[in-house]
Nanobody
Framework: QGTLVESGGGLVQAGGSLRLSCAASGRTFTKYAMGWFRQAPGKEREFVAAIRWSAGAWSAAITYYADAVKGRFTISRDNAKNTLFLQMNSLKPEDTAVFYC??????????????????WGQGTQVTVSS
């Protein structure tokens, strides 16, 4: 049984930066996709970014981003530490949400759908003031 624990959220002014971390424990999640989703008040959970290996753990990682964050957010992972990161720059008030880390335990075609992930963290609040 594995767990994911996010950290790094907080309050930041528009234009600022935050770096979210997701520490995995109990099992290794390095082989398949890991991602970030977010949910703003009154809205559905939405895809933010994902990362997975193209073929096998030693191949180059492939990253995926929602259009709303492309060019501002960067997802990365440290397999040795079993940790996922999300560097968020040029933050906007509309980025305000609870951010969730997610991990898959097998290959699935879509990294964009929440149903593709088997483990979820408890979430970390990101608030961007204008």
């Amino acid at each position: 049984q594995g767990t994911l624990v996010e950290s790094g959220g907080g309050l930041v002014q528009a234009g600022g930066s935050l770096r979210l971390s997701c520490a995995a424990s109990g099992r290794t999640f390095t082989k398949y996709a890991m991602g970030w989703f977010r949910q703003a008040p009154g809205k559905e959970r939405e895809f933010v970014a994902a990362i997975r290996w193209s073929a096998g753990a030693w191949s180059a990682a492939i990253t995926y981003y929602a259009d709303a964050v492309k060019g501002r957010f960067t997802i990365s992972r440290d397999n040795a530490k079993n940790t996922l990161f999300l560097q968020m720059n040029s933050l906007k008030p509309e980025d305000t949400a609870v951010f969730y880390c997610a991990a898959a335990t097998e290959y699935r075609d879509s990294v964009y759908a929440a149903r593709s992930y088997d483990y979820w963290g408890q979430g970390t609040q990101v608030t961007v003031s204008s």
